[in-house]
């Protein structure tokens, strides 16, 4: 029920039923005061079907099957945000690890995510004060690794996004894979007009082992083949 204040300000008694209901829930009672039932209804269920997506992408951690509409996508990013500490309502992040964003046009081009990924040092690793940075993160890797198996390499079993340009992200990589495997001092790779991927392998001390392509008789697909075979 709505009743008018001594103080002239709007008060609404919800029921038990309505306050047991989880908090969008009681906002579309509150909804329902102001613009009808029917109208609440319809603007509830358009709500329910963006949690929806967001629930199945959080359950199933995959690339969904249908992709998202670009205003789901900013209402996911915009409620993510709001979970990492620089945008918590009344606080002032003035410690050194804190996010903060002078430009509005930045801030707004980011959707107010400042945080990053990782923590000293380790990539994977959990912002303490961004929980919102770090759930994309770790959607993020999921994701990529549900694509390299949808591209054919099913034996994957990790995979983490580099928050940097390709070469670079190559180069960190070849870098960790040399220390594994100190023997191993060439790299094969296809002739490909691309010079980030020569440069990457030379900044991680390594050889170039270029691999000449040929057309594959067999299935008209272009194949991989060394020149000695």
Request: with cysteine; hydrophobic share 40%; aromatic share 6%.
């Amino acid at each position: 029920a709505i009743s008018i204040l001594p103080n002239g300000r709007v008060h609404c008694n919800l029921t038990p039923d309505q306050r047991s209901r989880p908090m969008n829930e009681q906002n579309f009672s509150l909804v329902e005061s102001l613009i009808g039932k029917s109208y609440a209804d319809q603007a509830r269920q358009s709500r329910r079907a963006r949690e929806r997506l967001v629930r199945a992408l959080l359950a199933n951690r995959t690339l969904p099957e249908f992709g998202w509409d670009e205003l789901t996508m900013q209402l996911f990013l915009t409620e993510v945000a709001s979970m990492d500490s620089n945008n918590f309502i009344g606080n002032v992040g003035a410690g050194e690890r804190e996010g903060r964003v002078f430009s509005s046009a930045i801030r707004n081009r980011h959707f107010h995510l400042a945080h990053g990924v990782g923590r000293s040092g380790n990539i994977d690793a959990l912002q303490p004060k961004a929980a919102g940075s770090s759930l994309i993160s770790r959607i993020a890797a999921f994701l990529v690794l549900d694509a390299t198996k949808f591209a054919g390499l099913r034996a994957m079993k990790r995979a983490e996004v580099f928050p940097v340009a390709t070469g670079m992200a190559i180069a960190c990589c070849l870098i960790a894979l040399r220390q594994r495997c100190p023997s191993a001092t060439r790299v094969l790779m296809p002739r490909i007009d691309q010079k980030s991927c020569v440069k990457c392998v030379v900044t991680a001390g390594l050889e170039v082992l270029l691999v000449e392509n040929r057309i594959s008789d067999a299935d008209d697909s272009v194949g991989y083949v060394s020149q000695a075979g």
